[in-house]
């Protein structure tokens, strides 16, 4: 401890508040914390109560009471700042590099804070349209402040739901066309509305069927193979997709496929009359 006295003797006020925790210019307020609460330990009087220090007492006493102003401006960001400012020459030249990548840091996590703000303001702004029912206003403003902040797990949740619910009122829509078309018997544009109604919502039996009839009413049997493949897919237990398919599969001149189909549907329903006239007829 006397030699490190004498050392930090010889340096004076030449030593910088770094040099005298032993930390870089960039380091965190936890790495300083330590590094303080480490050296005040060795340097506080009371750790040498009791025991001869000599002549070296008030030097002792010195170093801590130096030590301790260290800590105090460098764990509060705005002295430090001051502190930075007033003494850049004095630094060493690894240490105002340090001092220069702890500023580009400040200023990138000042602008992510911004950013969090911003992206948090969006979020309230958000919901607000949401409860509103201004569905597609909420949509773009969750948009930005993922954008914004995409660390944050709400906002990805809230749009995520929006955008179902969102996709799920465009499906009921395109299935109300759908249906209006098909009753005017516009099947080709009902295929087109179903088609769309589908896109959004795939999980639509509804869409897919309506597309299959209305694609077989317009004589586009392969459309309406896949329509309908689609649909009994979605609704395995629905004898009137399960028909449609069988007898598309027959018309397509796919006899084996159809009897399948057949064969499932009487399973199900061994008294479904149309079913068992197509099977004794393939």
């Known amino acids: 401890m006397q030699r490190e006295l ?3 003797e010889s340096k004076g006020d030449r030593l910088t508040h770094y040099e005298l925790l032993s930390v870089a210019a960039d380091a965190d307020g936890g790495t300083i914390r330590r590094a303080y609460l480490e050296k005040s330990k060795r340097f506080h009087p009371d750790a040498w109560y009791r025991r001869d220090v000599g ?73 607000e349209h949401a409860l509103n029912g201004e569905r597609t206003q909420a949509v773009f403003a969750l948009r930005a402040a993922r954008e914004l902040d995409p660390n944050r797990k709400e906002i990805a949740a809230k749009l995520v739901d929006l955008e179902r619910e969102q996709a799920r009122a465009r499906a009921n829509s395109a299935l109300a066309s759908g249906r209006e078309r098909e009753e005017k018997k516009r099947f080709s544009e009902a295929v087109t509305a179903y088609a769309a109604a589908f896109q959004n919502d795939p999980t639509s039996f509804l869409a897919a069927i309506g597309a299959a009839r209305c694609a077989q009413e317009g004589s586009d049997a392969r459309a309406a193979t896949t329509w309908a493949l689609r649909a009994v897919e979605l609704n395995p237990d629905d004898l009137g997709a399960r028909m449609l398919l069988a007898r598309l599969f027959a018309t397509t001149g796919l006899k084996a496929r159809a009897r399948s189909e057949l064969t499932t549907l009487l399973q199900k329903n061994p008294d479904h009359k149309e079913a068992r006239a197509l099977l004794r007829a393939l």
Do not use: N
Not at 76 to 93: I, N, Q, V
């Open 55 to 127: 002549g070296f007492g008030p030097l002792l006493s010195k170093w801590f009471q130096r030590l301790s102003a260290a800590y105090q401006v460098l764990s509060d960001e705005e002295s430090r700042a001051g502190y930075d400012r007033d003494h850049r020459a004095e630094l060493s030249k690894g240490d105002r590099a340090a001092l220069e990548r702890r500023e580009l840091s400040l200023v990138e996590e000042e602008r992510r804070a911004r950013e969090r703000r911003a992206a948090r303001k969006l979020y309230q702004e958000a919901l």
């Open 6 to 8: 004498e050392e930090l």
